[in-house]
Nanobody, 124 residues
Framework: QVQLVESGGGLVQAGGSLRLSCVASASGRTFSFYAAGWFRQAPGKEREFVSAINWSGATYYGDSVKGRFTISRDNAKNTVYLQMNSLKPEDTAVYYC????????????????WGQGTQVTVSS
């Protein structure tokens, strides 16, 4: 069982930066063996893949955030980060952290555990 808690969302002007954090509490298997992903959902839109990181540290990004967002993890702190730079109004959404064993995926249905989400609002 894994519990995820996101933080770091807020209101920022276009061109600004935010860093989201996702702290995991894992019973049994240590969190370092899990892959983690970030997804986002804007009002009236489907949940969208943002980024993911494998247990090995391999990273993946959605096309809309490549070159602007960076995912990383600190296994000692059971934390996954999403550094978001050059933010655009279209990045406005609720951002969710998710986890699944070992290998990451761009499909939200592949993830077993989800956080409650954190709101990111980018003003123009």
């Amino acid at each position: 069982q894994v519990q995820l808690v996101e933080s770091g969302g807020g209101l920022v002007q276009a061109g600004g930066s935010l860093r989201l954090s996702c702290v995991a509490s894992a019973s049994g298997r240590t969190f370092s063996f899990y892959a983690a992903g970030w997804f986002r959902q804007a009002p009236g839109k489907e949940r969208e893949f943002v980024s993911a990181i494998n247990w090995s540290g391999a990273t993946y990004y959605g096309d809309s955030v490549k070159g602007r967002f960076t995912i990383s993890r600190d296994n000692a702190k059971n934390t996954v980060y999403l550094q978001m730079n050059s933010l655009k109004p279209e990045d406005t959404a609720v951002y969710y952290c998710a986890a699944r064993p070992s290998i990451s995926s761009w499909r939200s249905n592949d993830y077993d555990y989800w956080g409650q989400g954190t709101q990111v609002t980018v003003s123009s």
